[in-house]
């Protein structure tokens, strides 16, 4: 059985990766196949912690987009990540992985409060921990959430959940040609402006040399096959 070569990881799902083939929600079927991705790097003793996106049930930006405060369309978009992240602690509880949700904005009654130091403990205990509510201020999006609390916590690397297998040098929806890029370094991200996740994020990523892997959820395997040091989808790495 492979080992794994990481200790301790930080996994961004996008919230559109929990409506499956819906056009809005969490679709059960896809949340309980995300648990049990989960699960099977949790069998291997690897600490895992979440940061959920909200896009599948409100988009900050997009509200914006049509006359909404940014401000307030992003908190509603925060709530949006709370009820996500409620979502998926309990099916991962469901697969036995006893799970804290931990949220950048004050909901005692559903989170915790975000605590570095506590985040740490939960996972040296063996808990998964789920970041809710991005980083608690408008304008940043949930992937410089990811970024910032894989750094907080010292994950060993930031594996970023999308619907395709990798970066491309072209959207490959648009562009059947699109050729498939299996290693890129940061910079190279920033200068072409690939859409893999935010500048923001990426910027945050290289200036603390975090290693990053881009990688399709849908397919069985992939977070296991990252833990365990195996191709799957694209890295983004200091050159």
Same mark, same amino acid.
């Given at each position: ?106 909901? !005692?009654?559903? +989170? ?10 939960? =996972? &040296? #205990?063996?808990?998964? $921990? ?44 648009? !562009?059947?040609? +699109? ?10 991200? =920033? &200068? #072409?402006?690939?859409? $893999? ?43």
């Amino acid at each position: 059985m492979s080992r794994p070569v990481y200790h301790r990881v930080l996994l961004k799902l996008s919230g559109e990766a929990l409506m499956g083939n819906q056009g809005f929600g969490i679709d059960p079927e896809m949340i309980r196949y995300v648990a049990e991705e989960i699960r099977s790097v949790v069998d291997l003793g690897v600490q895992i912690a979440i940061v959920v996106g909200g896009g599948n049930i409100f988009r900050g930006i997009a509200a914006s987009s049509f006359g909404m405060d940014r401000t307030s369309a992003d908190h509603m978009g925060m709530l949006a990540t709370v009820i996500n992240s409620l979502a998926l602690q309990d099916a991962l509880e469901r697969k036995g992985i006893t799970t804290r949700v931990q949220s950048a904005i004050a909901m !005692h009654q559903v +989170a915790e409060p975000f605590i570095v130091r506590r985040a740490i403990r939960h =996972l &040296e #205990k063996g808990r998964a $921990v789920i970041f809710a509510a991005g980083t608690g201020n408008p304008y940043f999006t949930t992937d410089t959430a990811a970024a910032l609390r894989a750094q907080e916590i010292h994950a060993d690397i930031l594996m970023k959940a999308t619907k395709v297998d990798g970066i491309y040098d072209a959207d490959p929806k648009l !562009h059947p040609d +699109a050729s498939f890029i299996a290693e890129i370094g940061y910079m190279e991200v =920033l &200068e #072409k402006q690939l859409k $893999v996740m935010d500048m923001t994020a990426i910027s945050l990523a290289m200036d603390n040399r975090l290693p990053l892997a881009v990688f399709n959820l849908s397919t069985a395997g992939n977070i296991r096959k990252i833990v365990c040091g195996e191709r799957a989808g694209t890295r983004i790495v200091a050159r």
